[in-house]
């Protein structure tokens, strides 16, 4: 009871922080005339209008700093503070000096797409076990939280007794879809809506336009802070729940899929670099090409004889004294070294050791068994993993390669370069990005999303969030079965473009609010717009989480990212993320966006061509 509380405390301390930004609005009505910017934050003020570029990234600052701050270990996170710093920033300039921001939309629209990309990028090999698993409830989720928010706004109406393009303004506001948005604008032009009570369509269009201006800023930093304490509101670990999800989907398979964040890191190093003295009569005076049969597995690295190093060859001959770098197998060094001489501590085993993985397309590799492998080429190297398909294989010596299989490969520089050279194509683990496939991706993408279905008056379009979704998280399982195709597209690069890419159009998204939400407020229809805009924003996802948790018993990470999709919003689902330190979000978040969006696009449209 105790976290329910402090859960459901803050969510209220959230709308609170939020109704006090239109507050101050309201409290200081925008003066009929610009007043000249005065005092040392008048100045400030002003001189960030002529620097958006400072203006964008102090606010990005400030919003990671404030994000940090928890109240009992809970805070707003990095997303939500910077929409709110933003938006108290930008409604200060607005209502104290007349200072309007525009940053052009277009900066907002590349950075949104770059997040996207990236997730989609990120979530790709766990998205079909997850659709597999939970499909018939998310495209249940989907259609639930869109029309309940519907029935709410249109019930409303007569309630309050909305203004033309009020209705199809709170919808789309509330829910953060800018296609509902456009849809709605569409209607307007058309020159099919009736409007009531001597309402002039300039009129319409301005409710339209502030009224999503208004709520989507604000249902956008409420939704935010809901996505992180819903969980705790309804008893449940979401960060458990995740992890669990993660086992469940990984299955048998112990290592990460090709193409992975995680291909390359070997946690306990399976091959070691040991040394040992030469004084076994076994070894002394025979050629390392006599000693490899009695070691398949192991190989030896360097050779210090007479002090001086020397790299191995066939016709290297050791003798007593001499120092070796063996590598290996931790169990195969352990049990072996009697067979050498005693192990000693010498920097002639700083050798490095690094991971990659080969795609087996030569007939040199191909066709071949993992035992005859070993034989030829297996001295000093560790097969970690062998792949199939996007399957992991079970290792075994009579397991014959077959085209296109990756095997992952650990052992020194040297020996993986020699391997590269029988078997062609490798990957490597690499801090360079591959920009041409990450435009071509981002293209292709956006023009997926930019094709119109026309039904009826109705253009219908996935948009190209969804069109960059579907291809980036296409392209990331086909890398499962072939590492290679794309080039390198390294973790820390695609953590970049997810966090650069989503606070960048949340600080644009608030940093441009402020003048939209004082022309609702001197509009005199800020209480229906916040009444009815929370209700629908705010009601529709806990009712779904309720149906999602104790109806369709869905995992508590999946049902946060679809929540969030149903809401059409992206910044929810990374506070998801955060909440729960795990990509498992993600998975529930593509179907449950694309339907939602899609049946929002339709509703407000019918919405606007009521009046």
């Excluded at 590349?110 to 997730?119: G, M, R, S, T």
């Excluded at 604008?185 to 058309?190: D, F, N």
């Excluded at 946690?267 to 050629?287: C, I, K, Q, T």
Aim: hydrophobic share 50%; net charge positive.
């Amino acid at each position: 009871m105790r976290v329910i509380t402090r859960h459901t405390a803050l969510l209220v301390g959230a709308v609170a922080v939020g109704l006090a930004v239109v507050a101050f609005a309201q409290g200081a009505p925008a003066p009929a005339a610009p007043p000249r910017p005065h005092g040392p934050f008048g100045v400030l003020l002003a001189a960030l209008g002529k620097q958006p570029f400072i203006l964008l990234f102090l606010v990005i600052a400030g919003g990671y700093a404030l994000g940090k701050v928890q109240v009992k270990g809970v805070g707003l996170g990095a997303t939500a503070a910077t929409l709110l710093l933003g938006m108290v920033v930008s409604l200060w300039a607005y209502q104290a000096f007349h200072i309007t921001y525009a940053i052009p939309e277009f900066t907002s629209t590349v950075f949104f797409n770059l997040f996207i990309f990236a997730i989609g990028m990120k979530v790709g090999p766990q998205f079909i076990g997850g659709i597999q698993r939970e499909g018939r409830h998310l495209l249940v989720l989907a259609l639930l939280v869109p029309l309940l928010s519907s029935l709410l706004v249109y019930l409303s109406r007569f309630v309050f007794h909305l203004q033309p393009g009020l209705v199809a303004g709170i919808l789309s506001g509330a829910n953060t879809a800018t296609p509902g948005f456009g849809a709605a604008q569409s209607a307007l032009a058309s020159g099919a809506v009736k409007l009531t009570g001597g309402a002039t369509l300039e009129q319409a269009r301005a409710n339209l336009t502030t009224s999503y201006a208004l709520l989507y800023s604000v249902s956008m930093v409420l939704f935010t802070v809901m996505a992180k304490v819903l969980p705790g509101m309804f008893g449940r670990d979401a960060v458990a729940d995740a992890k669990a999800m993660e086992k469940e989907l990984a299955g048998e398979q112990q290592d990460p899929l090709p193409g992975t964040a995680e291909s390359f890191l070997r946690g306990n190093a399976p091959l070691h670099v040991r040394v040992f003295r030469v004084e076994s009569p076994e070894v002394e005076g025979r050629s390392l090409q006599q000693l490899s049969p009695l070691a398949p597995r192991a190989g030896i690295e360097r050779v210090l004889h007479a002090g001086r190093v020397y790299l191995p060859e066939d016709g290297l001959v050791l003798h007593r004294g001499d120092e070796v770098a063996v590598a290996g197998p931790v169990g195969l060094l352990l049990a072996g070294p009697e067979r050498i001489g005693p192990e000693v501590d010498s920097r002639l085993g700083d050798v490095h050791v690094e991971t990659m993985e080969i795609v087996a397309h030569k007939a040199d590799l191909v066709g071949h068994s993992l035992g005859e492998l070993a034989r030829e080429e297996g001295h000093g190297l560790y097969l970690n993993a062998l792949f199939r398909g996007g399957d992991e294989l079970p290792i075994g010596r009579d397991v014959v390669i077959r085209r296109g299989d990756v095997l992952r490969v650990t052992g020194s520089r040297r020996r993986l370069d020699a391997i590269q050279k029988r078997v062609g194509r490798v990957v490597r683990p690499s801090l360079v990005t591959d920009i041409i496939t990450l435009a071509l991706g981002l293209s292709l993408g956006a023009l997926l999303g930019a094709i119109t279905v026309p039904v009826g008056g109705v253009k219908f379009s996935l948009g190209s969030a969804v069109g960059l979704l579907i291809v980036s998280i296409g392209l990331s399982i086909l890398r499962t079965h072939n590492p290679a195709l794309g080039g390198p597209f390294p973790e820390a690069a695609r953590e970049l473009l997810e966090d650069l890419g989503l606070n960048v159009f949340i600080a644009i998204l608030g940093i441009n609010a402020g003048a939209g939400v004082a022309s609702a407020v001197a509009g005199g229809t800020l209480t229906p717009i916040l009444v009815v805009g929370l209700v629908a924003a705010l009601v529709p996802p806990i009712v779904a989480w309720a149906v999602g948790q104790y109806v369709m018993k869905m995992n508590t990470a999946v049902l946060m990212g679809a929540v969030a999709g149903a809401r059409c919003n992206s910044a929810g689902m990374r506070a998801s993320q955060e909440a729960t330190h795990s990509i498992i979000p993600a998975i529930g978040y593509p179907v449950t966006f694309a339907v939602s969006n899609l049946l929002l696009t339709l509703i407000c449209y019918l919405f606007a061509l009521m009046g």
